[in-house]
């Protein structure tokens, strides 16, 4: 499969670019100065009707209108989201969440990824939501690290199940639940996001009612109501990182969109105004509020060309590090016996979210810079068996990972980092990362996308299945039926 | 059934009733002053094992450790919350909703109040929940406006359906649900709920998940991941109200506290400490946060003691002026004509939520001040029929109602009113409330109580019918088989 190259920049417009502060943007000029010491001001003026504005732009934008590049990379994070769904699908966390919800399940109308049990469509939808983020291997939208396509594609591929679509409609309803869920990020974030909610989960919902609604058909008035009954189920704290919760988020967000686009198929009612009001969501969740960046340039600026896949199992903050370590121990041809320590000067949200010191699990590893960089140096990858129990419990990675050294450094940016290995032989080796591979500006190819869905899929499907249900992927928009990569995808 | 003389208010310890100011409370005395000017103070001090504390009591708690006073007012919640779920349970929103979900549905495990359709129990707890918040006359715990018994009762009732329980662990479950989500509203309250949250809906869910996994015998740890779940599925905007999204949000909390402490029973896991956390619910939903509500008296004092039943069949803060209206209509014969104007002093909060002054529909009623003293001054009543689409749109009310003149008086608590009625003749009336009938300190009586039931399920359940009920509500601490209530109240 070829690799296009796309400006995907190019697709942006102004205010995707500028995330601007405070909630000024819909004040009046003439509006009082913002009182101080308050907890938490109040709007100065109504906004425009955004959650109106936002539901007609999802009823009425067409597959035809997406640009090819959108279309593209809305391949790309189908591909990409198919393969960690299969990858997650036997770990422990979902044969608990299926073996717990077997006896509730409606008729079986869905498949899993990897698995042969089948579901009603939301629990399907929540379960293929848990799967896919698992491994924290996912889709990121890194200006607000949302991973857009557990909440979006999970609910859709079940609800495609159960009413057949085509390949270009899901195709434009994964793009605009994509759409929907990270301007709605943008809007909110930081923060949103730095006082603890985990934010794929609590605009996820957004995303999936939107996407699902969309190929419901759902008038302009229903998709309001939609969006309304999504902003009432927000999904997700940041305290339940490294815990089996921290999965449960996008996958009770698919859940809770399709729940909610449901309901409002059936003209179930919500207010008008819900993402806005001065009671509502934004007001109601985040200090800031910057509604243009859900009103403005739809159709024009697309949020889900920015999508990244991860070459490494674990969250986006690490990767700077890691992709440091791995270029240094490859050119270096460097042992661990040879390092006496490693110095990294990282952005404070590197410590803040992945400052344990003393993993004792795969999972909590993904919450251990010093183990992400001391696996790195030690076997040159950082995929799902470096984060494994065998990984973070190795004596030589244990011994290594103790002289390990990151200190915050206001200079580094997230996207950055500055590593040195300093060898015991005294020799120093910089390493300054400004853009980490799987980053919008140095992205995966579509070749490294699909050895990571093989390595993913190896040991769960056959050989020949995993390469079906990735041509599959790949020409999901030719497709007469979607619900065929659900199928493909399942364990026989 | 004869009515107990009760004092509730011996049941209460000091914590219930000292609302302290902003999360002072686990601070320690070397603290740093609070930061001027922050949006939101990051807490001083690792409070106490707040999530832990709390899970172990639930689990540890039994049925004779319950005062009689407790179980009395338990059994009048169980009654009064069956005969909203059945008044609600042909209601429009309703239709909606089994509608909307009954393709999506599990095995028939739960039946539905007053209607015939079974759902699997996530369903029907989620269905029974909207029902009995449709009319807004279930019960209320006043210091935190909680709706306590939606979101609990309706959840332990689908469950007891499946995996039968005794009445007298199902009375003790309830209770616990209860105390849970009312101790954690109290701990956040108001900040929480004066931002915009819908309390019922985001402290509903642990109750919900409480009581469910009481009935489940959750492990310590399993009560600790089934809150932590709870927390990462809060429900609920107060921008909602008005619309059918407000009774979505007790029928959501049921399902999600149901969904958390399903999947906590098979060890799904979340993080320890998802109530106290840094990044956890308290922290990231709240600017206040006083965690002795949560752990101080536990087993000695009891907020489900301090239930209240509605009389009128709306929102709480208009229920002085509603008694003030029937009170002076009564005891003065007057008829509409002879009424020149209303003039009311108020609490701040009653026009904030109910300041609609020309309500279309029923429902919009509900959050008509104007409205509601106008019908209760001509139909001396409050119930279901006078918030009706035929009494908002009745000539004679729409007119009494613009001369209905509500002030804000700082000096009126929201438990008060003050309500004049200006008569052609020059006349006044006034009229100063107290406590409204249906408060704490002015019970219905179980009477009352009863006479409320069989005016909701009128038209709906047989007589003989809706008497058998009442009387295994009354029994329910006696029964061998809890679901026993649910099998009774379904339509044939």
């Given at each position: 499969?070829?690799?296009?190259?796309?400006?995907?920049?190019?697709?942006?417009?102004?205010?995707?670019?500028?995330l601007?502060?405070?909630?000024?943007?819909?004040?009046?000029?003439?509006?009082?100065?913002?009182?101080?010491?308050?907890?938490?001001?109040?709007?100065?003026?109504?906004?425009?009707?955004?959650?109106?504005?936002?539901?007609?732009?999802?009823?009425?934008?067409?597959?035809?209108?997406?640009?090819?590049?959108?279309?593209?990379?809305?391949?790309?994070?189908?591909?990409?989201?198919?393969?960690v769904?299969?990858?997650?699908?036997?770990?422990?966390?979902?044969?608990?969440?299926?073996?717990?919800?077997?006896?509730?399940?409606?008729?079986?109308?869905?498949?899993?990824?990897?698995?042969?049990?089948?579901?009603?469509?939301?629990?399907?939808?929540?379960?293929?939501?848990?799967?896919?983020?698992?491994?924290?291997?996912?889709?990121?939208?890194?200006?607000?690290v949302?991973?857009?396509?557990?909440?979006?594609?999970?609910?859709?591929?079940?609800?495609?199940?159960?009413?057949?679509?085509?390949?270009?409609?899901?195709?434009?309803?994964?793009?605009?639940?994509?759409?929907?869920?990270?301007?709605?990020?943008?809007?909110?974030?930081?923060?949103?996001?730095?006082v603890?909610?985990?934010?794929?989960?609590?605009?996820?919902?957004?995303?999936?009612?939107?996407?699902?609604?969309?190929?419901?058909?759902?008038?302009?008035?229903?998709?309001?109501?939609a969006?309304?009954?999504?902003?009432?189920?927000?999904?997700?704290?940041?305290?339940?990182?490294?815990?089996?919760n921290?999965?449960?988020?996008?996958?009770?967000?698919?859940?809770?969109?399709?729940?909610?686009?449901?309901?409002?198929?059936?003209?179930y009612?919500?207010?008008?105004?819900?993402?806005?009001?001065?009671?509502?969501?934004?007001?109601?969740?985040?200090t800031?509020?910057?509604?243009?960046?859900?009103?403005?340039?739809l159709?024009?600026?697309?949020?889900?060309?920015?999508?990244?896949?991860?070459?490494?199992?674990?969250?986006?903050?690490?990767?700077?590090?890691?992709?440091?370590?791995?270029?240094?121990?490859?050119?270096?041809?460097?042992?661990?016996?040879?390092?006496?320590?490693?110095?990294?000067?990282?952005?404070?949200?590197?410590?803040?979210?992945?400052?344990?010191?003393?993993?004792?699990?795969g999972?909590?590893?993904?919450?251990?810079?010093?183990?992400?960089v001391?696996?790195?140096?030690?076997?040159?990858?950082?995929?799902?068996?470096q984060?494994?129990?065998?990984?973070?419990?190795d004596?030589?990675?244990?011994?290594?990972?103790?002289?390990?050294?990151?200190?915050?450094?206001?200079?580094?940016?997230?996207?950055?980092?500055?590593?040195?290995?300093?060898?015991?032989?005294?020799?120093?080796?910089?390493?300054?990362?400004?853009?980490?591979?799987?980053?919008?500006?140095?992205?995966?190819?579509?070749?490294?996308?699909?050895?990571k869905?093989?390595?993913?899929?190896?040991?769960?499907?056959?050989?020949?299945?995993?390469?079906?249900?990735?041509?599959?992927?790949?020409?999901?928009?030719?497709?007469?039926?979607?619900?065929?990569?659900?199928?493909?995808?399942?364990?026989?």
């Amino acid at each position: 499969m070829p690799v296009p190259t796309i400006d995907r920049r190019a697709l942006l417009g102004s205010a995707s670019l500028a995330l601007v502060g405070t909630g000024s943007a819909i004040q009046p000029a003439q509006a009082a100065p913002e009182p101080k010491g308050e907890a938490r001001a109040e709007p100065k003026a109504v906004p425009p009707e955004v959650t109106r504005i936002l539901a007609r732009y999802i009823v009425g934008a067409r597959y035809a209108d997406l640009p090819e590049a959108v279309r593209r990379e809305g391949t790309r994070t189908v591909l990409n989201w198919v393969g960690v769904a299969i990858g997650g699908s036997h770990h422990e966390t979902l044969d608990v969440a299926v073996s717990a919800l077997k006896p509730f399940s409606g008729p079986p109308q869905a498949g899993l990824f990897g698995r042969p049990e089948r579901f009603d469509i939301m629990n399907a939808a929540f379960l293929n939501g848990v799967a896919s983020h698992i491994f924290d291997y996912d889709d990121t939208h890194l200006k607000t690290v949302i991973h857009p396509a557990g909440p979006v594609a999970s609910a859709i591929l079940a609800y495609a199940e159960m009413h057949p679509v085509s390949g270009a409609d899901f195709l434009n309803a994964l793009v605009l639940g994509v759409e929907t869920e990270c301007r709605i990020g943008n809007a909110v974030y930081p923060n949103h996001y730095d006082v603890g909610w985990h934010i794929t989960g609590t605009a996820g919902v957004f995303g999936a009612a939107a996407a699902t609604g969309k190929l419901m058909g759902l008038s302009e008035q229903q998709m309001v109501w939609a969006l309304g009954l999504a902003a009432s189920q927000p999904v997700g704290l940041r305290e339940s990182f490294g815990s089996m919760n921290k999965s449960f988020n996008p996958g009770r967000a698919a859940s809770n969109g399709l729940f909610a686009a449901i309901l409002a198929s059936k003209n179930y009612t919500s207010s008008d105004g819900m993402i806005e009001a001065k009671r509502g969501w934004a007001n109601t969740i985040s200090t800031k509020q910057d509604y243009r960046e859900i009103t403005e340039g739809l159709g024009t600026r697309y949020e889900a060309a920015l999508n990244t896949y991860k070459p490494f199992a674990c969250g986006i903050v690490m990767h700077p590090a890691i992709d440091a370590a791995v270029q240094l121990r490859n050119e270096n041809h460097l042992v661990p016996d040879a390092i006496e320590r490693v110095d990294m000067k990282v952005h404070p949200l590197v410590l803040e979210l992945t400052g344990k010191t003393a993993p004792r699990t795969g999972l909590e590893g993904k919450f251990s810079i010093t183990h992400a960089v001391a696996v790195a140096l030690v076997e040159g990858a950082g995929g799902e068996r470096q984060f494994s129990d065998r990984a973070v419990n190795d004596p030589v990675i244990v011994a290594l990972r103790a002289r390990v050294k990151p200190v915050v450094d206001p200079a580094i940016r997230p996207e950055q980092v500055e590593l040195t290995v300093v060898l015991k032989d005294g020799r120093s080796l910089p390493r300054r990362i400004e853009h980490a591979i799987g980053s919008v500006e140095r992205p995966m190819s579509d070749a490294a996308l699909e050895t990571k869905f093989t390595d993913l899929a190896e040991g769960i499907l056959p050989d020949d299945q995993v390469r079906r249900v990735m041509g599959l992927c790949w020409r999901i928009a030719e497709l007469a039926d979607a619900g065929e990569v659900a199928r493909a995808g399942v364990q026989a």
